[in-house]
Every structure is written in structure tokens, then in C-alpha cells.
């Protein structure tokens, strides 16, 4: 079993940063991708940004030049720099793990509010 644990949301305002973690522990052998998705009250959950085993990353458009995905692998853990945060990016964040076959994990979520 795989556990992820988020750290990092919180409240700021317009224009501020934040930085989300996300640890996974367990039986972990093995990672193709982990990432970051949100979901907003009333909406559906949405990728945000997600990195893969290789390195390479994609981003969805909104967030394109604001946010930044990064991973530690040697702590099996994934960074989500945001800045130039707007109110539109508030949402509650969630964590996801993708390893071989096609197992999928994901964390509790943290809450991300911007005020404007």
C-alpha cells in the first residue's frame, strides 16, 4: 500500500505564493508519474500539473508560467511551486501516484484559498 500525505495549502492573497508537497511512503518501487490535480466547490477535479519518470512535465493552460512541478526522488516526493496566485485558483489539491502496471494513489487533498 502507498500513502501520500500533502502539506503546504493554506490562505493567501492575490498575487502571493505557495508551495505544496506531497511525500508518498509505503511500497513504493516504483513511480511513472506523479502530479498534481484540483478541484474547485461545484466543479470537476482538474489536472494542474503533472511530471513523469523521465522528467518531462505538462502543465494545464491556466496555470502555464505561474506554477512550477518538481520532485525530489530520492524522498519520493513532488513540489508544487504556485505563484502570481488568483482567486480563481482556489480549489482543494490533491496529490496522485501512478506506478507500473496501472496502479493509481491518491492523497487527502489540502485546501489552497486565494483572496482577492
Known amino acids: 500500500q502507498v500513502q501520500l500525505v500533502e502539506s503546504g495549502g493554506g490562505l493567501v492573497r492575490a498575487g502571493g505564493s505557495l508551495r505544496l508537497s506531497c511525500a508518498a511512503s509505503g511500497s513504493v518501487s516504483s513511480i511513472n508519474a506523479m502530479g498534481w490535480y484540483r478541484q474547485a466547490p461545484g466543479k470537476q477535479r482538474e489536472l494542474v500539473a503533472m511530471?513523469?519518470?523521465?522528467?518531462?512535465?505538462n502543465y494545464a493552460d491556466s496555470v502555464k508560467g505561474r506554477f512550477t512541478i518538481s520532485r525530489d526522488v530520492t524522498k519520493n516526493t513532488v513540489y508544487l511551486q504556485m505563484n502570481s496566485l488568483e482567486p480563481e485558483d482556489t480549489a482543494v489539491y490533491y496529490c496522485r501516484l501512478q506506478s507500473p502496471p496501472f496502479f493509481t494513489y491518491w492523497g487527502q487533498g489540502t485546501q489552497v484559498t486565494v483572496s482577492s
Open positions: 511530471i513523469r519518470s523521465g522528467e518531462s512535465t
